[in-house]
């Protein structure tokens, strides 16, 4: 599912969020200065992951009777046999 509807780059930023977020608890409590940057690099992480959850529904396109097929492959095939 995660890859028929292209979220893995969503999960990765997740993933990536999470570690940035890691590096900064560890960087606050043994006082370094530019803890706040890896802070600010979770936050973006997880921003962007935000986004590229939304996509698939950016993308969505509507049928005839104005329901929202999230599965493209699915839906390029109905089209390519009509």
Do not use: H
Not at 7 to 25: D, F, R, S, T
Not at 35 to 50: D, K, P, Q, S, T
């Amino acid at each position: 599912m995660i890859k028929v509807m292209k979220l893995q780059k969503a999960v990765y930023a997740i993933i990536l969020g999470v570690i940035a977020l890691v590096v900064y608890i560890i960087m606050a409590t043994s006082g370094q200065q530019y803890n706040i940057y890896a802070l600010e690099l979770a936050g973006l992480c997880f921003m962007v992951a935000a986004i590229l959850f939304l996509y698939p529904l950016w993308t969505a396109k509507e049928d005839e009777r104005g329901e929202v097929e999230l599965d493209v492959e699915k839906q390029e095939e109905q089209e390519i046999k009509q």
